[in-house]
Nanobody, 125 residues
Framework: QERLVESGGASVQAGGSLRLSCQASGLLVDRACIAWFRQRPGRGREGVVFTYPDRSPNYADSVKDRFTVSRDTAKNTVYLEITNLKVEDSASYIC???????????????????YGQGTQVTVSS
């Protein structure tokens, strides 16, 4: 059974950093397209970074200077490091996975096949 489990969310002050984890089972993170989305209060779901088996990740313009994604194949986990956290980063961060050659083009939430439950990040000023 394919499954994604996020962790690492916390309540932090603006300017701090966090590393979120997305641990996969039933699929290999280095053979799947893994995306991080965030759901902010009163806003739609936003894709912040998309990773691919053999290409550099694609970041949303709004986060590329502060978000860094990495992958640990031994732990089958994808990490999202967020630095210089801002109040507007407060959101539920959710990872999603898709496989197949077409996943390289996926940016829409609905096209992914496996979803985590999300991890909450709350940033205070």
């Amino acid at each position: 059974q394919e499954r994604l489990v996020e962790s690492g969310g916390a309540s932090v002050q603006a300017g701090g950093s966090l590393r979120l984890s997305c641990q996969a089972s039933g699929l290999l993170v280095d053979r799947a397209c893994i995306a991080w989305f965030r759901q902010r209060p009163g806003r739609g779901r936003e894709g912040v970074v998309f990773t691919y088996p053999d290409r550099s990740p694609n970041y949303a313009d709004s986060v590329k200077d502060r978000f860094t994604v990495s992958r640990d194949t031994a732990k089958n986990t994808v990490y999202l490091e967020i630095t210089n956290l801002k109040v507007e980063d407060s959101a539920s961060y959710i990872c999603a996975a898709a496989t197949g050659s077409r996943c390289y083009y996926y940016t829409d939430w609905s096209l992914f096949r496996v979803y985590g439950q999300g991890t909450q990040v709350t940033v205070s000023s």
